[in-house]
């Protein structure tokens, strides 16, 4: 890294090297290359902020000109942030970024504190800014396909397919993060329909509402695909048995069902839905 540049300016190098964006993120998990990479714009942008941040810091706290220099100052850095009471969730979107940054793994630094299911606040409280009444077309449709933000606005007719070995209509070559397509399940008609009544080659949605919850509506996707295809607790074999702990230990999730509803999320790993898109979901045994 030259000497010439300033702390901030090295940050900016070194990130925008590793942009992927357009390339699949999935691919290069299956050949270990993944780590090498930033595939997402949004996550560019958070790492981006994170760096700097932490380089303005070093520069001003202990006169660091270059990364090589401030390098040695990222633990007290992430303790500076744990001792601040800052979230679990923060701290290691801090030391993901600066582990980017730096082309090593997180575990190298100090641990940052556990995140725990019950801590997340996300999704789980009504946000009186929004109005459901007024959006109920977008509120139902978000709840029918299960589509992230950036989903919906490049969604088109030609993403409709009806499946004919199952009798339902699919969302397909949805390109999720990372630049992973996926297929999925439309749940409603009325969904359906305003897709068949967008021109070929138009957007089905053009601007979508201003600050939707739309995790809460994947939320609501997951568990209407998770119920379609979970068994009675009595016929899930053992192997899949899916157990709970901590706050939501005793409750059973069906593993094949849950492995079909993250597949229509986007998401490889079910441990994801369910910290993430089955809470307060009831489960009997």
């Given at each position: 890294?030259?000497?010439?540049?300033?702390?901030?300016?090295?940050?900016?190098?070194?990130?925008?090297e590793?942009?992927?964006?357009?390339?699949?993120?999935?691919?290069?998990?299956?050949?270990?290359?993944?780590?090498?990479?930033?595939?997402?714009?949004?996550?560019?942008?958070?790492?981006?902020?994170?760096?700097?941040?932490?380089?303005?810091?070093?520069?001003e706290?202990?006169?660091?000109?270059?990364?090589?220099?401030?390098?040695?100052?990222?633990?007290?850095?992430?303790?500076?942030?744990?001792?601040?009471?800052y979230?679990?969730w923060?701290?290691s979107?801090?030391a993901s970024?600066?582990?980017?940054?730096?082309?090593?793994?997180?575990?190298?630094?100090?641990?940052?504190?556990?995140?725990?299911?019950?801590?997340?606040?996300?999704?789980?409280?009504?946000?009186?800014?929004?109005?459901?009444?007024?959006?109920?077309?977008?509120?139902?449709?978000?709840?029918?396909?299960g589509?992230?933000?950036?989903?919906?606005?490049?969604?088109?007719?030609?993403?409709?397919?009806?499946?004919?070995?199952?009798?339902?209509?699919?969302?397909?070559?949805?390109?999720?993060?990372?630049?992973?397509?996926?297929?999925?399940p439309?749940?409603?008609?009325?969904?359906?329909?305003?897709?068949?009544n967008?021109?070929?080659?138009?957007?089905?949605?053009?601007?979508?509402?201003?600050?939707?919850?739309?995790?809460?509506y994947r939320?609501?996707?997951?568990?209407?695909?998770?119920?379609?295809?979970?068994?009675?607790?009595?016929?899930?074999p053992?192997y899949?048995?899916?157990?709970?702990?901590?706050?939501l230990?005793?409750?059973?999730?069906?593993?094949?069902?849950?492995r079909?509803?993250?597949?229509?999320?986007?998401?490889?790993?079910?441990?994801?839905?369910?910290?993430?898109?089955?809470?307060?979901?009831?489960?009997?045994?």
């Open positions: 890294m030259s000497k010439n540049k300033s702390i901030v300016r090295q940050v900016h190098d070194t990130l925008n590793k942009k992927r964006f357009g390339e699949s993120k999935y691919e290069a998990q299956k050949q270990s290359t993944s780590h090498e990479g930033i595939y997402s714009y949004n996550t560019f942008k958070t790492y981006l902020a994170q760096g700097c941040a932490f380089a303005k810091w070093a520069r706290n202990h006169n660091c000109k270059t990364l090589l220099d401030a390098r040695a100052f990222v633990d007290p850095y992430l303790q500076m942030h744990i001792n601040k009471g979230s679990a923060t701290q979107t801090i970024a600066l582990a980017k940054l730096y082309g090593c793994s997180k575990n190298e630094f100090i641990p940052t504190e556990r995140r725990h299911r019950a801590n997340i606040v996300k999704s789980r409280k009504s946000k009186a800014i929004f109005s459901e009444e007024k959006n109920h077309e977008f509120v139902d449709f978000c709840k029918a396909t589509l992230r933000k950036h989903e919906f606005l490049n969604l088109k007719l030609e993403n409709l397919h009806y499946d004919d070995v199952n009798g339902q209509y699919m969302l397909v070559n949805i390109k999720g993060k990372g630049g992973r397509l996926r297929d999925c439309i749940l409603s008609k009325n969904a359906v329909e305003r897709i068949l967008t021109p070929a080659g138009q957007k089905v949605w053009s601007k979508i509402p201003m600050r939707p919850d739309i995790h809460s939320a609501e996707y997951c568990k209407a695909i998770y119920n379609r295809h979970a068994r009675p607790f009595a016929e899930i053992e899949d048995r899916y157990y709970c702990r901590c706050d230990k005793g409750v059973v999730y069906d593993k094949q069902a849950m079909i509803a993250s597949r229509a999320l986007g998401h490889n790993r079910i441990c994801v839905i369910a910290g993430h898109y089955l809470y307060n979901k009831e489960v009997s045994q």
